[in-house]
């Protein structure tokens, strides 16, 4: 299953221009166009978040087979940084579902923003494992590999506390400020290797920032939260 929010040009979830309706039939119809789908070739399925019709509609999140009658996808360039990952644009005309496609709760507190957070939250986790093999290998410094466990602990302890918790927001946050300070720490180790996954390192490196803003907002909210409590 994949997980299809994005759309381009659309820096606001209120803007998301995928929208749905009911029909005469008991049923829903999904029309729009999201701008990056990945692993197309795999998903079985897509959790497809969208409005409802209308200028205030709500948002929703629809599981839509891949295959359903007027889903389409057509290539898109490789990004510049994990060029590797297969991706996507999806276009759905009139897609047909059963009323039961759409999840309970609300599309964005109960789905996309827990997402967001979690999905951060897995590829740190990933990243740290991958640095702490690659620094055991190449006898990177002991304090440096001790700074990976320690992280890797605590973003493991933040993996089992509520997604959609306030305090867990503020942990993730200081969690992943520690991340980033290791980041930089691997900078300078990688700097002094040639090889492939040196220049691998470099070359995604960007990736790491891409959800800074999401995460500080994130935060900010969930404070905002704590002290009004």
Not at 18 to 42: C, F, M, Y
Not at 200 to 222: M, N, T, Y
Request: charged share 20%.
């Amino acid at each position: 299953h994949g997980f299809s929010l994005s759309e381009e040009g659309i820096r606001s979830p209120r803007d998301l221009q995928t929208l749905w309706q009911a029909d005469d039939a008991g049923g829903i119809r999904l029309s729009g166009n999201k701008g990056w789908v990945p692993l197309p070739e795999h998903c079985e399925a897509y959790f497809v978040v969208c409005r409802a019709s209308g200028q205030d509609g709500a948002l929703s999140v629809m599981r839509m087979p891949a295959t359903a009658d007027g889903v389409s996808m057509s290539p898109r360039n490789p990004a510049a940084f994990m060029p590797e990952l297969p991706a996507a644009r999806m276009q759905l005309q009139d897609v047909v579902l059963d009323a039961s496609a759409m999840l309970p709760g609300d599309g964005w507190t109960d789905y996309a923003r827990p997402f967001g957070a979690l999905e951060e939250l897995y590829v740190s986790v990933a990243l740290m494992g991958y640095l702490l093999r690659e620094g055991r290998a190449r006898g990177w410094p002991r304090s440096f590999l001790e700074g990976l466990t320690a992280s890797l602990t605590g973003l493991a302890a933040v993996a089992a506390q509520p997604a959609d918790a306030p305090a867990t927001h503020i942990a993730l946050a200081g969690a992943l400020a520690r991340t980033n300070d290791l980041y930089q720490q691997a900078d300078a180790l990688w700097a002094g290797e040639q090889d492939a996954a040196a220049e691998r390192w470099r070359r995604d490196r960007p990736l790491f920032q891409v959800a800074g803003k999401p995460r500080a907002l994130r935060a900010q909210r969930a404070w905002e939260t704590v002290e009004l409590n």
